[in-house]
């Protein structure tokens, strides 16, 4: 398994629609991992691994009432940006992971 990661210039679309520049003064950016641990399912034939799992399972597991409400707390205070609510940059639609409610 490796893990990538990029970077590229989002100022036109992924920064509260430009008004947030990237100060590329700062640049070459790094990035490092340590420690990096993961535990993913694996997507095959249009079904995840994870959901053949007992639903006892962290993946079958919800926020409890408190919880939903820290999220969107966070929400709230510290996301700038959703792609999922991003119709001028999906005028024919959003992707079709958004169709999942608790990811927005």
Known sequence: MRLYSSLWNTDDWAT?????????????FTASYKNFNSDACVWSNGQSSCCSESP???FWQGLDYAQQG???WVRDNYMIYNYCSDTNRFPQGVPQECAYANLY
């Open 56 to 58: 006892n399972s962290w």
């Open 70 to 72: 820290q999220l969107n």
């Open 16 to 28: 509260r629609g430009g008004l947030v520049k990237t100060d590329w003064t700062n640049a070459p």
